[in-house]
């Protein structure tokens, strides 16, 4: 398996547009997170999915953000629109049903997006 | 506050020990993880312990828990440059990671 896939790896994007950030599971795992890294906040929890449906948003920051997940295989996450407060790493995470296990999560190598 | 404590940074120098603390408030996880994340790239498994261990060693890796006082420590023996990176302690029963250590190893 090729991992967790995301892109874009990097989106520059100005103030007011509608950025979309993508992600592929590992095949197989039945959770998917997306957490956003900063260095004011660490990493911090958005949303996750189980089985394809939404578990726990209370993590997203505002109604700009939205996340879907319309098939096992892919998951999006939404800014509309983008604001320079936005502008973190992006990390897209997967993992096995039992998510407390041995094998914890399985991270993609990120979306850094910056907001101009 | 956060759930998950870590300091922020550890600077020590090519071939001593490192040792990198965190306290948890969760005592439900059945695992304690700690990542690793080098520059650029995502966060990666370094190793875990099963919530009813007190040790686990794994070549230059030691792992502490305390669950009594909630307390993880990763130790690296014989640090090396390489091992420069942002070391993460999570308990995932809660999804919850530290804020990172930033460990730097001069030579």
């Known amino acids: 398996d090729a991992g967790v896939i995301q892109s874009p790896r990097h989106e520059v994007t100005e103030m007011g547009q509608e950025v979309t950030l993508r992600c592929k599971p590992i095949s197989g795992h039945d959770y998917l997170f997306w957490y956003r890294q900063t260095m004011m906040r660490g990493l911090e929890l958005l949303i996750y999915f189980n089985n394809n449906v939404p578990i726990d948003d209370s993590g997203m920051p505002e109604d700009r953000f939205s996340a879907k997940m319309p098939n096992a295989s892919f998951s999006t996450l939404k800014i509309q629109p983008s604001e320079p407060r936005d502008s973190a790493v992006y990390f897209c995470a997967s993992s096995p049903s039992e998510w407390d296990s041995r094998g914890g999560y399985t991270f993609g190598s990120g979306t850094r997006l910056t907001v101009v | 506050g956060e759930d998950v404590e870590q300091s922020l940074f550890l600077s020590v120098r090519e071939g001593d020990s490192s040792v990198i603390n965190c306290t948890y408030t969760?005592?439900?996880?059945?695992?304690l993880y700690w990542y690793k994340q080098e520059p650029g790239a995502g966060l990666q498994l370094l190793t875990y312990?099963?919530?009813?261990?007190d040790m686990k060693q794994d070549q230059r890796l030691t792992v502490l828990l305390n669950k009594k006082d909630k307390h993880l420590s990763l130790r690296i023996a014989d640090t090396q440059t390489g091992d420069s990176a942002i070391y993460f302690c999570a308990e995932l029963g809660d999804m919850r990671f530290g804020a990172g250590t930033r460990l730097t190893v001069k030579p």
């Open positions: 969760d005592s439900s996880s059945t695992y």
């Open positions: 312990i099963f919530s009813n261990m």
